[in-house]
Nanobody
Framework: QVQLVESGGGLVRPGGSLRLSCAASGSIFSVNAMGWFRQAPGKQREVVAGIGRGGSTNYAESVKGRFTISRDNAKNTVYLQMNSLKPEDTAVYYC???????????????WGQGTQVTVSS
């Protein structure tokens, strides 16, 4: 019964910024790693950024220096601050979280519904 709800996507001009949010809710015992993936038209889904429960981060080379992933463990929420956006960043962005649901005896991967980010002039 866990849900990941994303928000913050939209249409922006090149060079603009967006902040994506993804909040997990439901019968959650604990949340381990969280991250963001994206899939552009004609391309395969790729990892954008990930963050461990302790705060360690990793980024795709294409977004290093422009995107920042963060999390609020108290709110079971992960964020993606996207600056200096480029047309090639246009994609559907998906939130992912490894969640130990109460009574499940282990972590399972959950996904958000996806949010469209379009960078165009």
């Amino acid at each position: 019964q866990v849900q990941l709800v994303e928000s913050g996507g939209g249409l922006v001009r090149p060079g603009g910024s967006l902040r994506l949010s993804c909040a997990a809710s439901g019968s959650i015992f604990s949340v381990n790693a969280m991250g963001w993936f994206r899939q552009a038209p004609g391309k395969q889904r790729e990892v954008v950024a990930g963050i461990g429960r302790g705060g360690s981060t990793n980024y795709a080379e294409s977004v290093k220096g422009r995107f920042t992933i963060s999390r609020d463990n108290a709110k079971n929420t992960v964020y993606l601050q996207m600056n200096s956006l480029k047309p090639e960043d246009t994609a559907v962005y998906y939130c992912n979280a490894d969640i130990d649901v109460s009574g499940s005896y282990g972590y399972h991967a959950y996904w958000g519904q996806g949010t469209q980010v379009t960078v165009s002039s």
